[in-house]
């Protein structure tokens, strides 16, 4: 991506307007070229919210555009594209979030702070602010079915056509920054993906499986947002205290 170094975040708003550009192995033709195909993705995200990706089907869809199954087919193959699709743009969105929002800072330990803060960026709301989607029912997505979209039989392949490097670059630029914070630390690629896994799945288990987390009693995000700061830092600066 090229774009000018000195960049505000208002600035960031306008231009996340631009789509990001999609692997074009996710789709047999571009939705964001026509207006039907611009509703399908859009309602494809309010019906999977609504119903699972369980319930969803093409034909749903299709009663939900006043369309046709067959123009939907048009443009994505099956629905675990259309996923794919849906998941892709989240962690593209996360990416430039990050990129932008921590491109004046100087400290890591700042920048690791706003990486949290972006994560669990509902809380504060602003960052889907102007957003012809709706980042909220994306979210609730994510955290119900991104694991999907690797969590199959031909992932080697998919990994191939390079479906899942929007979320491979969100996570090498979250360790790039970690190891800006402590060069000597040896698993910030784990760590960054483990942060980033669980930001979600932790909201997931509170809303659903509460046994499962620490925030069973009234949990909030900030719950969330706390447990990922002492998640990292307590790793990062173990193993400093160590080398010390």
């Not at 899942?164 to 090498?172: D, G, I, R, V």
């Amino acid at each position: 991506m090229t774009l000018p170094l000195l960049i505000t975040a208002k600035f960031f708003a306008i231009v996340w307007h631009m789509q990001p550009k999609m692997n074009d192995k996710l789709f047999l033709k571009d939705p964001e070229q026509s207006d039907i195909g611009k509703n399908i993705f859009r309602k494809s995200i309010k019906l999977m919210k609504e119903i699972g990706f369980e319930s969803f089907t093409f034909k749903k869809l299709a009663d939900e555009i006043k369309s046709t199954e067959a123009t939907i087919y048009r443009y994505f193959e099956n629905k675990h594209r259309l996923l794919n699709y849906v998941v892709s743009w989240y962690w593209h969105w996360l990416d430039y979030q990050v990129i932008f929002q921590t491109n004046n800072l100087t400290h890591p330990e700042e920048k690791l702070k706003r990486v949290i803060n972006i994560l669990t960026w509902q809380i504060d709301g602003e960052l889907a602010d102007d957003q012809e989607i709706d980042l909220e029912d994306m979210h609730q997505i994510i955290i119900r079915d991104a694991s999907k979209v690797f969590l199959t039989k031909h992932v080697a392949e998919d990994n191939t056509d390079q479906f899942f490097k929007p979320y491979k670059s969100l996570c090498e630029r979250i360790s790039n920054i970690m190891k800006e914070y402590n060069p000597d630390y040896p698993y910030t690629k784990s760590l960054s993906s483990t942060m980033v896994e669980s930001a979600h799945f932790q909201d997931f288990f509170m809303e659903n499986l509460p046994a499962l987390t620490d925030f069973e009693d009234n949990g909030k995000l900030t719950d969330i947002r706390d447990y990922l700061t002492s998640l990292v830092f307590s790793a990062l600066n173990q193993h400093k205290n160590q080398l010390n």
